[in-house]
């Protein structure tokens, strides 16, 4: 599901920002930016409580139901509530009226969402299914693009298309929840589940302002043409990050389970694992786009995005301190049920954007909003080591880190030695990509001897090794 995550993004991505352009790509993208801020009010802490209290249900069909009517429910007056305030917004904001019909239908991934429970099937580590049913929607999605989104004024089939792929999927779900539950609606007996789920949305919600809130302010302030740029830049970061919040979602059931029996040991190497993770992935991955960002901007956006480069080379660095920053607070801080700390450090940390943005977006448009995004992110990872610290004796990496660091030294020189002597950028960033791979594996594996990335590569070895012996 990690590698589709990675493979449909750039089969599409390139083709929609040349067709529709900078401009009509922006039009779309501040409509689902409004309607993502309201399914994240309207769903708050839910999927969060969710997925951690489902894995405490064990096999136990009666608890299971019993979170599951009473969130679902709550969820289903949630929604109500925000529908009639979205509703308001878009006859009275001139930024949306202009584009009604891209709300209304809009409206229908707000309504969707409350049958697409994705936090059950994560809870219960049901990723097969998760995975075959991503596999199929996001095929089917990528064959209707190229159907069609044919020219530049069909942002709007973009966007219907783009909401369509919940609707599916919500149904496709909401059928298979038949297997693990029986939904009834139950009012009685939430207020159990109120506090968490509003705690953990209040921190949901102020973490969007990093996200959401930055398109919707500088499509406000700076048009539509900006948040073009802005939205190529971070959709290609999201695009890398997304291995590792693929990662952190299947570890986290996992490791509230072990901290639920008590087996501490075994949930600080699990840790160090994590941490190990976020080291040798993000270091050198960082390293070759910062180098290459020219040529990953033109290659996957196309001409005339060149302003986005910039903010691309800034919010990259953001693979390496949201993977630190979801350790310290999906993978600790949360499973120890440190909600209070975990509330302070987003809090600090979105007052910090909101007032970077306030106070540079109007004079440095995506330039700002990338800064608004990279700059609290450091912050937070800072106060989130200092409390996770203090609530968990764990150890921190660093010597690893460096280790990583120092291996990636070539890799710089020979980044840059071919985008100055290879005449083709497109030859000169797949050869840099493909011999920077080969290189740091083989160091890795064979130099620096890291346990996580040898005890892998062993695994693969000696499983490919009994294949072919059986055969």
């Not at 249900?57 to 305030?85: A, K, P, Q, W, Y």
């Not at 930055?214 to 073009?228: D, F, Q, R, T, W």
């Not at 880190?401 to 020189?413: G, N, R, T």
């Not at 791979?437 to 990335?453: D, K, S």
Request: charged share 10%; aromatic share 16%.
């Amino acid at each position: 599901m990690t590698i589709s995550g990675y493979l449909f993004p750039l089969l599409t991505f390139p083709y929609v920002t040349r067709v529709l352009g900078a401009e009509n790509f922006g039009i779309a993208n501040f409509a689902m930016s409004i309607v993502d801020y309201a399914i994240l009010f309207s769903t708050l802490g839910l999927a969060t409580i969710g997925y951690r209290y489902i894995p405490q249900c064990n096999d136990d069909r009666e608890s299971r139901e019993d979170v599951f009517n009473h969130l679902v429910s709550l969820h289903i007056i949630m929604t109500g509530i925000i529908l009639v305030i979205y509703t308001v917004c878009v006859f009275v904001i001139p930024q949306l009226s202009s584009n009604k019909p891209l709300y209304f239908i809009g409206a229908t991934k707000i309504i969707f969402n409350i049958i697409l429970v994705e936090w059950l099937f994560q809870g219960m580590q049901d990723f097969r299914f998760i995975t075959l049913r991503t596999l199929l929607v996001r095929a089917l999605y990528v064959v209707a693009v190229f159907l069609f989104v044919r020219k530049s004024s069909d942002y709007d089939i973009y966007f219907y298309l783009t909401i369509a792929q919940v609707v599916v999927n919500a149904v496709i779900n909401w059928h298979y929840t038949r297997q693990f539950v029986s939904f009834r609606f139950q009012i009685k007996g939430c207020k159990k589940y109120l506090f968490p789920v509003l705690s953990m949305g209040v921190n949901r919600i102020l973490f969007s302002f990093y996200l959401t809130f930055n398109v919707i302010y500088l499509g406000m302030l700076c048009g539509n043409l900006a948040v073009g740029y802005f939205s190529t830049a971070t959709r290609l970061y999201t695009i890398f990050l997304s291995i590792l919040n693929a990662y952190n979602g299947v570890f986290v059931p996992f490791l509230n389970s072990l901290y639920g029996k008590n087996e501490l040991e075994q949930f600080k190497k699990m840790i160090h694992y994590s941490f190990s993770i976020v080291g040798f992935v993000s270091i050198p991955l960082i390293i070759v786009c910062v180098i290459f960002a020219p040529e990953i901007i033109r290659i996957t956006a196309g001409a005339g995005y060149e302003p986005a480069i910039l903010p691309f080379r800034i919010v990259i660095f953001q693979v390496f301190f949201i993977g630190l920053a979801q350790i310290l607070e999906n993978q600790i801080l949360l499973s120890l049920k440190k909600f209070k700390e975990v509330l302070v450090c987003t809090s600090v940390c979105t007052l910090l954007s909101v007032i970077i943005l306030l106070s540079f977006t109007a004079k440095y448009g995506e330039v700002a909003a990338a800064y608004a995004v990279a700059i609290p992110h450091v912050l937070e990872s800072v106060l989130l080591y200092h409390y996770a610290k203090k609530s968990l004796n764990f150890t921190f990496p660093s010597k690893e880190y460096l280790y990583h660091l120092s291996v990636c030294v070539p890799i710089v020189m020979l980044c840059l030695a071919l985008k100055q002597w290879c005449p083709n950028y497109i030859m000169s960033l797949v050869l840099g990509c493909g011999i920077s791979m080969v290189y740091y594996f083989l160091i890795e594996y064979h130099v620096v001897r890291q346990e996580m990335v040898t005890s892998q590569i062993d695994n693969v070895l000696h499983k490919a090794h009994a294949l072919f012996r059986n055969k």
